[in-house]
């Protein structure tokens, strides 16, 4: 399958290029970023929490960016420099560098990020501005006026 060039789009559109560079994504295989994994879970009506199972990164190895609705993790593994020359007869705990993206939804913000036990968990809020919030809009009820008669004289 022949990938699709969004280019001319760029050029003739002004400020669709998220919407391109998402239709971008939709083209590569889902499959094809497996590592870390990671949990997407909900808190509370507005909370939401990111667990990553990141064994064997320090936190200074660990590095968070949230811009424009797009939080990045990235790991990378410090080699190290102890003098033992051990050698693996298996290697299973994977310390190869890591970048994750995630698309945040508007008016969400990262709140915080914890590494404990090999998980590292990343605490997301949603704030609505009251300007968005919908509000309730009270009817009232309209008052019954009597009519004036005008330049009419009752009949005798």
């Known amino acids: 399958m022949r990938p699709v060039d969004f280019s001319p789009f760029y050029r003739s ?29 909900r808190t509370g009506e507005d909370a939401y929490r990111i667990s990553m199972a990141v064994a064997g990164f320090s936190d200074k190895e660990i590095s968070l960016e949230a811009h424009r609705n797009v939080l990045t993790i990235k790991g990378e593994k410090n080699e190290e420099e102890n003098g033992d020359s051990a050698e693996f007869l298996y290697r299973g705990i994977a310390s190869r560098a890591f970048e994750r993206r995630f698309q945040l939804a508007d008016h969400v913000e990262v709140k915080g990020a914890e590494l404990k036990n090999g998980l590292l968990h990343i605490d997301l809020k ?9 509000r309730k809009i009270a009817i009232s009820a309209a008052k019954d006026k009597e009519g004036k008669q005008i330049e009419a004289k009752a009949a005798a």
């Open 13 to 41: 559109t002004v400020g669709f290029d998220r919407l391109f560079s998402m239709l971008d994504q939709l083209a590569t295989p889902e499959g094809a970023q497996t590592y870390p994994p990671y949990n997407i879970e």
């Open 126 to 134: 949603r704030n609505i501005p009251e300007e968005l919030k919908p």
